[in-house]
């Protein structure tokens, strides 16, 4: 059974920094595909960043390119999002997402519906 399991939220000042993690587990950890969502209250989830496990192959959402970075550890199947420069429209519940995936060219899809395990979430609030 795949299990996501995120960690690393919290709250911050405008212009401060969080680093996300998301651990995987329950199947070959060198074929999915994985990303970073959030989710304000009111607004529909938006997927922010995402990466083959394979490739390390990425892509940005437009609103965090430049700001945040996602990487992986495939010896521990954990990813991470350095999240910098953090804003207080940053403020949302982050969702960790990942598809069984033997792809590893191009970018990998944003969109959440491309996605189908779910972490839990974690929390991050930006104050001004």
């Known amino acids: 059974q795949v299990q996501l399991v995120e960690s690393g939220g919290g709250s911050v000042q405008a212009g401060g920094s969080l680093r996300l993690s998301c651990t995987f587990s329950g199947y070959t950890y060198m074929h999915v595909r994985m990303g970073w969502f959030r989710q304000a209250p009111g607004k529909e989830r938006e997927g922010i960043a995402a990466i083959y496990s394979g490739s390390g192959n990425t892509d940005y959402a437009d609103s965090v390119k430049g700001r945040f970075t996602i990487s992986r550890d495939n010896y521990k199947n954990t990813i991470y999002l350095q999240m910098n420069m953090l804003q207080p429209e940053d403020t949302a519940m982050y969702y960790c997402?990942?598809?069984?995936?033997?792809?590893?060219?191009?970018?990998?899809?944003?969109?959440?519906?491309?996605?189908?395990?779910w972490g839990r979430g974690t929390q991050v609030t930006v104050s001004s």
């Open positions: 997402g990942a598809r069984l995936s033997v792809q590893t060219i191009g970018p990998p899809p944003l969109h959440p519906s491309r996605y189908n395990y």
